[in-house]
């Protein structure tokens, strides 16, 4: 190179011969804007995936609150209506021992009185039906664990072995949920069914 100090022609050393590339200002700043363009597409896809996964969980959530609220509109009265089982049996209890000879000998005064506790009863009945407790009527019925208590085995040869031949004590379900299992006796002998 000849910048004017030194007339004679120099000897390049090798790194001299071949300069480096150099950057021009606005190649560098197109590589600084890629990186941030690429920086910036990342953290796009990191919030979408963010936002999806919240959107999830709210939905999720939405759907349990649901559930729940269901729940306790529908098992609400559970405890009421277990604590008023007694009632029901009370009043059954009443009715089953008024023998039927003894109904038919009885004056218009004891007629009226039994019928009384009859319709009661009816109506006790309908006012749990009405907020979804319903009596179970497992005679004739498979024996099912989750909505019998068996108490003890009868032979009965008309009915299939693990049929409910006898029911001890009513039993209440509300919606699927048992308030409190029917105490059942379940036959044993029988035919086998197939």
């Known amino acids: 190179m000849n910048d004017g100090k030194n007339p004679q022609n120099e000897k390049l050393s090798p790194t001299d011969e071949a300069p480096a590339a150099e950057t021009t200002p606005a190649q560098g700043d197109a590589e600084r804007d890629a990186a941030a363009v690429q920086a910036?597409?990342?953290?796009?896809?990191?919030?979408?995936?963010?936002?999806?996964?919240?959107?999830?969980?709210?939905?999720?959530?939405?759907?349990?609150?649901?559930?729940?609220?269901?729940?306790a509109k529908a098992y609400g009265v559970t405890t009421f209506a277990r604590d008023m089982l007694t009632f029901a049996d009370n009043l059954r209890r009443a009715l089953d021992n008024v023998p039927p000879e003894a109904r038919e000998a009885a004056d218009n005064t004891l007629k009226?009185?039994?019928?009384?506790?009859?319709?009661?009863?009816?109506?006790?009945?309908?006012?749990?039906?009405?907020?979804?407790?319903?009596?179970?009527?497992?005679?004739?019925?498979?024996?099912?664990?989750?909505?019998?208590?068996?108490?003890?085995?009868?032979?009965?040869?008309?009915?299939?072995p693990g049929t409910v031949a006898h029911v001890v004590e009513e039993g209440f379900a509300i919606g699927e949920r048992v308030l409190r299992p029917a105490k059942v006796a379940v036959a044993k002998g029988g035919a086998k069914t197939n």
């Open 40 to 71: 910036l597409i990342a953290e796009n896809a990191g919030l979408k995936d963010r936002l999806l996964r919240t959107l999830a969980e709210m939905e999720n959530l939405r759907r349990r609150t649901e559930k729940e609220v269901a729940d």
């Open 112 to 160: 009226a009185f039994v019928e009384g506790i009859e319709l009661t009863e009816r109506d006790f009945l309908s006012r749990l039906s009405r907020h979804g407790v319903r009596k179970l009527e497992p005679k004739g019925q498979k024996f099912d664990p989750n909505f019998h208590e068996a108490l003890f085995e009868a032979h009965d040869e008309s009915v299939p």
